[in-house]
T-cell receptor
Framework: GENVEQHPSTLSVQEGDSAVIKCTYS??????FPWYKQELGKGPQLIID?????GEKKDQRIAVTLNKTAKHFSLHITETQPEDSAVYFC????????????FGAGTRLFVKA | AAGVIQSPRHLIKEKRETATLKCYPI?????VYWYQQGPGQDPQFLIS???????DKGSIPDRFSAQQFSDYHSELNMSSLELGDSALYFC????????????????FGDGTRLSIL
């Protein structure tokens, strides 16, 4: 089955700096890779996703890159703000046929003002 | 915009009791997923339903069962509760593509916090 590893487990950056979170997956059949942000007391919120036929996707300050050959994908947050502080989860799944989504262990991001 | 609604938000039970968690997906979403999240852990997939049929199964204990109803809401039934069942339980929903297969992404509710005393 699929296994997703996520690094680092904790990340502390200064406001305005960039933050990068990296994930690797094991099942080459996975073709959909969402990223979720979870704040205390709330459910995971989708912030960006990428499919295996795309190498990079950007949405304002957030970007995700995917290297299918190496089976790794990364989240990049630029110009970080204190409100970006949260736990971020990467995940891998099949977007058709398969329904199971496997999450990484999460990265706790602290953005210091 | 309407989101996934879960009820109750908090539930306290004793060992060996039963519990039922409810999930109301986003309108027009036909797929529902259940996850369990322990303290400081990532969400663990339990089970999913597509068009009222079980579509995939993860690490759901035999003491738990779930179903999706004709109005697409879903219920997670938990019996013989154990201390280790204390966790956040999330429901997520997604809509299918025109081809009839589920189309990600999943949208999560804010969860039910289940505490077993």
């Amino acid at each position: 089955g699929e296994n997703v590893e996520q690094h680092p487990s904790t990340l502390s950056v200064q406001e305005g700096d960039s933050a990068v979170i990296k994930c690797t997956y094991s099942d080459s059949a996975s073709n959909y890779f969402p990223w979720y942000k979870q704040e205390l007391g709330k459910g995971p919120q989708l912030i960006i996703d990428i499919r295996s036929n795309v190498g990079e996707k950007k949405d304002q300050r957030i970007a995700v890159t995917l290297n299918k050959t190496a089976k790794h994908f990364s989240l990049h947050i630029t110009e970080t703000q204190p409100e970006d502080s949260a736990v971020y989860f990467c995940a891998a799944s099949l977007d058709t046929g398969g329904f199971k989504t496997i999450f990484g262990a999460g990265t706790r991001l602290f953005v210091k003002a | 915009a309407a989101g996934v609604i879960q009820s109750p938000r908090h539930l306290i039970k004793e060992k060996r009791e039963t519990a039922t968690l409810k999930c109301y997906p986003i309108p027009r979403h036909d797929t529902v997923y259940w996850y369990q999240q322990g303290p400081g852990q990532d969400p663990q997939f339990l089970i999913s339903f597509y068009e009222k049929m079980q579509s995939d199964k993860g690490s759901i204990p035999d003491r738990f069962s779930a179903q999706q109803f004709s109005d697409y809401h879903s219920e997670l039934n938990m019996s013989s509760l154990e201390l280790g069942d204390s966790a956040l339980y999330f429901c997520a929903s997604s809509s299918s593509s025109d081809e009839g297969a589920p189309f990600q992404p999943q949208h999560f509710g804010d969860g039910t916090r289940l505490s077993i005393l």
